[in-house]
């Protein structure tokens, strides 16, 4: 989870961002603006509006790297931990066959060897049904996971495109608006009021689309949970197979409880 927390908070971070694109000349008021600068912004939408696509291509392009970037850790993180838990349950299997070893030198009845022979049996069984749900559980989360960082980033490039859309039509409008011959001033305002609606939009769009955190935990529940469940069955299981050993050969070691 606090890979996961992390991968979200870097989103937020960078795409928050992104909603300064605009150039800040084409909101940036102060008291030295006259009439005559007013007028000039007709002169300059053309510029304007070249550095504002530039501004927002670059912006999303260190997005789209950020996010493969992110993408690429987490897979080698579950590549790391899958490697972990295979060598794990190579030990512990090598330690359980250790333990068989030594259980089967000491059968010296055909009732002691059957007894054991049942016993191995039924533990292998029940280690293989439950590695099989931990398995099952890991790929389940992982799978949530992974369709919604897609549905996420799918709502994110919905964002960026509605913005982009958005930022065009305010600059179009300013264009026509310079061309009929409405007041630079007003041109400029208007302008100023649809760029920070877009922005604003956008901010509201991002943070809705990362908004994920709840969906999150409930994934990493359903995950614990199974695996809770799939060890507790399992260690049921085990109890049960050496009371029934004990009843025909003696005492024995329990089995291991690891997933």
């Known amino acids: ?131 099989a749900a931990v398995d099952a559980a890991v790929t389940t989360y992982r799978s949530g996971v992974d369709s919604l960082i897609s549905t996420k980033q799918s709502a994110i490039n919905t964002a960026f495109g509605n913005f982009k859309s958005s930022v065009a039509a305010a600059f179009t409008k300013a264009q026509s608006d310079c061309s009929s011959g409405v007041d630079p001033k007003t041109v400029r305002t208007n302008l100023q009021a649809s760029l920070k609606a877009a922005r604003t939009q956008l901010k509201t769009d991002i943070q809705n689309a990362t908004n994920t955190q709840g969906q999150l935990q409930a994934l990493a529940t359903a995950r614990k949970t199974a695996i809770q469940n799939a060890i507790s069955t399992f260690e049921t299981t085990a109890k049960t197979a050496v009371a029934t050993l004990k009843g025909s050969f003696g005492t024995t070691s329990s089995p291991s409880s690891t997933p």
């Open 1 to 131: 989870m606090k890979i996961l927390s992390n991968i979200r908070t870097s989103i937020i971070t960078t795409l928050i961002l992104t909603v300064l694109l605009v150039p800040s000349g084409v909101y940036a008021q102060s008291p030295s603006s006259t009439a005559g600068g007013n007028k000039g912004i007709c002169t300059r939408l053309g510029d304007l509006q070249t550095k504002s696509d530039n501004s927002i291509a670059e912006r999303i392009s260190k997005s789209d790297s950020g996010r493969s970037t992110r993408q690429s850790n987490l897979t080698a993180k579950r590549g790391d931990l899958d490697k972990q838990l295979a060598a794990r349950r190579t030990k512990w299997a090598e330690e359980r066959q250790e333990q068989f070893a030594k259980l089967e030198a000491k059968s010296k009845t055909d009732a002691q060897k059957a007894a054991v022979s049942t016993f191995e049996a039924t533990i292998k069984n029940a280690i293989a049904t439950r590695e």
